[in-house]
C-alpha cells in the first residue's frame, strides 16, 4: 500500500475513533485527543512532514466534524505533529516513556495554541480552570493512551510494509 494512503487510512481511523468511542470513555470531564496522539507519533516516528499532514488530515476532519472554529484544530495539531517531528531523533521510541513525556507536552501545546487563538478570536476562559481542568488532565489522559496507540501503530505500519524477499539459496548457487 502506498505511504499516503497507508497514513491517510490510520488518520481516519484515529478520526473515526475519536468521535465515535472517545466520547464515551471520558473520566470526570477529560477526553482524550487520538487526533492529537496520532499526529505527535507520526512526526516522531516518520519526520515533521509525516507529522505535520497527520495533524493537518486529523485538525481538518475534526474542525468540519464540530463546524465551530474551522481551522483552528487543523492549526494546533499540525504544528505539534510538526515539532515532534523536529525532536525525532532526541526521542528514542524504544523506550515508551519518553513518547508518553513528549505526548503530555504536545498536549499542553496544543491546548495552549488553540485557546491562544480563540482568545484572538475574542473568547475568554479562566486560565488557571483551563489548566487544571481541561488541559492537565487529557495531557495525563493522552500520556497514559500512548502506548496502546503507539503499539497499534507500530503494528499496522510493520504488517503493511512489503519488505524483499531474501533468498539465501540463491546467494550461493
Known sequence: MLPVLQSLLVVVTAFIFQAAVVPHISIMGAKPNVILIVAALYGIMHGPSAGALAGFTGGLLCDLLSGVYVGLGLLSKSLVGFFAGLVQRAIFVENIILPMAAI??????????????LFLLGETVPLKLLIINIILPTAIYNALLTPFVYATLRRFMVAKQDTPAIRIAEKYN
Open 104 to 117: 503530555f507536552v504536545a498536549t499542553g501545546i496544543s491546548e495552549l495554541v488553540y485557546v491562544v487563538f
